[in-house]
C-alpha cells in the first residue's frame, strides 16, 4: 500500500469524509477475501475493488459532494462507474469483460433504472456522444489525477489521454450491449463488487479488522451435548448423505436444535416474525457463544428494527448486521425474498447464500401468496447449492408434497415424532366456548390467586388493545403487558424483553397478544383465551402454554378456551373466514388436544390449497434465470407489491424535533409501522427527507401503554393537515 497522494479527492461526503484512495483500498481487500472463499479470481476481484469508484474524481461528483450543492430536477446526469471504466485500458485486457460486468452495474441496473439513469437509459435518451462528453466535463483537470490515484494502488500509470478515454467508453458500449441485453443470467462479479462495496463503505478504516470474522463456519457443536430423554428429537441421529431436511415435530419438541445438528456450514435462520428473531438471536448468541470467538461479530440480526435491537453496541457492530458473510445470520424470508424478484442488490444476496446452510421454520405462517414466494425461495436456494433444513409442527400435506417436489424425495432426510412420541407432547386441553362466558372471568381469577401465567391472543390489533385496558381495570395489582406491532419500534423492542422477563419470573401475570407471540419465543404460559385463528397458527399459540418441559409436567394439561370465528367475512380479517370455521369445527371440545392428530386436523382444514404461483413475476422458473438482462435488476416497489406490503412509518408531532436531530439508525426507535392504506386518505403531513419519510400523527393517538390507536387517528383526532 503506497502512500494518498491526492488526499483532497472523496469517496464519500459528510460525516466521514472518505478520501477516494482509502475508499478504493478498503473495497480491494474485501473484494480480494470475499472472492477467496466464493472461489472467483482474487486479482481480478482485487482490481475491480480499485477500479468500481475511480470515476469519482471527476471534478463533476466531487461539486455534487460539498453540503452546498442545491441538486435540480433539470441538472445534466452523471455516473460515476461509467466514468470509472473510462480507465479500464490500465489493466490487463484478458480481465477486461469481468471487470466491466463487476464495474457498470454495481449501482444501477444498466437499463430500465427507476430513475432512468442506467448506461443504456442514457444513452437512449441522449445518445453516445452525450453521455461520454457528460461524464468526460473537466477530463482535462481530472483524468491524471485519477491514473494517479491507481498508480498509488500498484498499477501502472501513463498518460491516459482523451481518445484513449473515449476508445474505452466505446469498447465498454460495445461489450455491455453484445454481452448483457439479451441474455438472461444474473451476474456473480456484480454481486461480489456490491457485497465488498457495501462492507466498506460501512466499516470504513476497520474493514480489515472485521474481514476476519467473514465467511468463518460457526462451531455448532453445542446442539449435539445437549441430549434428553424429555426431547426425544435430541436422541435420533442428524447424520444422514441426504442433502436437505424436513422435520415435523410439536412445538417445543426441539426442532430448532436438531435442525442446527443438520448444518455442516455457515447458516441463515429463518422466522416469520420478528419478535421470533429477537429472541432467537440472543438464544442463538448464548448457546454458541462459548465455542465461538467474537461471536457478536459473526451473528447477524437482519430485520427492519435490527439496529434498535443491538442499539448499546457500536457503530461498526450496528453496520456490519446487514453484510457478507456473517456465520449465522437470522432473518425473515422477506429478506430473502429480493432473489425471487431481481430486486437490487439480489445478485450479492445470492453469493452470500451460495452454499450455506439454511434453516426455514414454520413455513406454513404465511398467505397463500406469501407461501408462493417461499417455495420459489426455495427453488432458487436450491438451484444456488443450498442445504435446506425445514422445521414444522403444522404443514398441510399439499404444502409437504410440493417441497417434495422441488427439492427430490431423495434429497431429503425426513424426521418424525413415533406416534408414542407425540403422546409425550400432549399438553393441553381445549374448550370451544362463547364470547361472553361468565366461567372465564372465574377461571382467570383463580389462575392469577394460584399464582399462574395467563396469556389472551387476539387477532386484530384494535381488540388487543381493548382487552388490555379490560384487564387494567379489573386486576389493577397484576403484571400486565400489551404486544402488538403498532408500538414505536424502541418501545415494542423493550416490551418484547420486558415479556421475557416477566415469564421467567414466578409470579402470575396477564400479556394480552397478536400473532406476534406465535413462532419461537420461548415463553411458557398456563391458560391461554384466544380467537379463533388458522389450524397451524392456532396450534403455534398453543405451543406458548404448558411448554416447560420436566419428568413432572409430562401428562399434565393446562386449558385452552377458543372463541368462535366471527359471522362476516370483514371481520376475520387479516384470516379467511371459511378457514376460520372449518378450523372451529374440527377442535377438540373439553378434550385433550392429542399431538397424533394434528395432521389429521390441519389437513380437514386444508382439504386444497390455492398456492399462488408466481412465475410471472419471478426472475427464475423451470432452473433459469429467464426475465432480466445481466446487470439488469427491478426496484424495490416490486417487491413490495408481490409481497403485498404496503409499508409506511409515522411519527408523533412531539418527536418531530428529536428525529430531525438523531442519527439515522436511531430514528428508527421513534417509528410506528402501519400499512399505507390505513392512513393515505387522511391527509397527513409528511417528513420529507428524512429516514423512511413518516408521516406525522398527533401526540394524543398514541399511549405508550397500548399503541397507536387507529379509531382516533382515522375519527381526525390531531390530524395535521
Known sequence: MNIDKHFEIKAKGKPDWTTLYNHLYQVKIAAEKFATHLGLDVEIAGYAGILHDIG????????????????????????????????ISLF?????????????????????????????????????????????????????????????????????????????????VKYAHNNFIGVFEYSEWKGLLMG???????????????????????????????????????????????????????????????????????????????????????RVKNDIGNDNDNIEYKISLLHSSSKIKIKDKGREFKMLQSKFGASVKILTPHQMANIVFGVNG?????????????????????????????????????????????????????????????????????????????????????????????KIEKKIKLALKNNEKILIVKNRVVESQRVYCEMKLKYPNIPIILLHSRFKRGERNRLESELLILNSKNTSCIVVST?????????????????????????????????????????????????????????????????LQRTYEHLPHRKIFREYNTQKIIDAVYPKMNITSIDAASIFSN?????????????????????????????????????MWMKSDERITLEIPVNYHSISNLNLEQLKNYGCEPFIIDENTYNIEIGLNMELLRMGTGIII
Open 56 to 87: 469519482k474524481t471527476s471534478n463533476v461528483f466531487q461539486e455534487r459532494l460539498n453540503p452546498k450543492y442545491v441538486h435540480t430536477s433539470n441538472e445534466e446526469p452523471y455516473r460515476h462507474e461509467i466514468t470509472s471504466l473510462f480507465y
Open 515 to 579: 400473532q406476534v407471540v406465535e413462532v419461537s419465543l420461548d415463553i411458557s404460559f398456563d391458560l391461554m383465551i384466544s380467537d379463533c385463528a388458522p389450524i397451524d397458527s392456532l396450534i403455534q399459540r398453543f405451543g406458548r402454554i404448558n411448554r416447560k418441559r420436566s419428568k413432572v409436567t409430562i401428562g399434565k394439561y393446562k386449558p385452552i378456551y377458543v372463541l368462535p370465528p366471527p359471522e362476516k367475512s370483514k371481520d376475520a380479517l387479516p384470516y379467511s373466514l371459511d378457514v
Open 196 to 282: 465488498s462495496d457495501h462492507f466498506a463503505s460501512a466499516m470504513l478504516s476497520s474493514t480489515e479488522k472485521f474481514l476476519e470474522n467473514c465467511f468463518v463456519k460457526p462451531d455448532l457443536s453445542y446442539y449435539d451435548s445437549r441430549q434428553s430423554e424429555l426431547f426425544p428429537l435430541s436422541l435420533k441421529k442428524s447424520f444422514s448423505k441426504k442433502k436437505h431436511t424436513i422435520v415435523t415435530a410439536s412445538t417445543g419438541a426441539g426442532k430448532t436444535d436438531y435442525l442446527f445438528r443438520r448444518c455442516t456450514g455457515r447458516v441463515f435462520y429463518t422466522l416469520p416474525f420478528t419478535a421470533s428473531i429477537n429472541a432467537m438471536y440472543e
Open 346 to 438: 439480489f445478485e450479492a444476496t445470492l453469493l452470500d447464500l451460495r452454499n450455506c446452510d439454511i434453516i426455514l421454520d414454520e413455513i406454513h405462517t404465511y398467505s397463500d401468496k406469501i407461501q408462493g414466494i417461499v417455495l420459489k425461495i426455495i427453488e432458487m436456494l436450491n438451484f444456488n447449492g443450498c442445504r435446506i433444513h425445514i422445521g414444522t409442527a403444522t404443514l398441510p400435506k399439499i404444502l409437504y408434497e410440493e417441497i417434495l417436489k422441488i427439492l427430490g424425495k431423495e434429497n431429503i432426510y425426513q424426521v418424525k415424532l413415533t406416534r408414542k412420541e407425540k403422546r409425550l407432547y400432549d399438553r393441553h386441553k381445549v374448550y370451544k366456548i362463547p364470547e361472553i362466558d361468565n
Open 92 to 172: 490487463k485486457k484478458e480481465y477486461h469483460p469481468y471487470l466491466i460486468e463487476a464495474v457498470l452495474g454495481h449501482h444501477k441496473s444498466i437499463i430500465k433504472d427507476k430513475r432512468f439513469r442506467g448506461l443504456f437509459d442514457l444513452i437512449e435518451e441522449y445518445g453516445e456522444d452525450v453521455v461520454f462528453s457528460l461524464h468526460a466535463k473537466g477530463y482535462e483537470n481530472w483524468g491524471q489525477v485519477g491514473v494517479e490515484i491507481l498508480g498509488s494502488l500498484g498499477i501502472q500509470m501513463r498518460e491516459l489521454t482523451i481518445d484513449e478515454a473515449r476508445q474505452n467508453f466505446n469498447d465498454v
Open 623 to 659: 432452473g433459469e434465470f429467464n426475465t432480466l438482462f445481466k446487470l439488469q435488476n427491478n426496484s424495490k416497489s416490486v417487491l413490495f407489491q408481490e409481497l403485498g406490503i404496503s409499508a409506511a412509518s409515522v411519527i408523533l408531532d412531539t418527536d418531530v424535533d428529536q428525529y
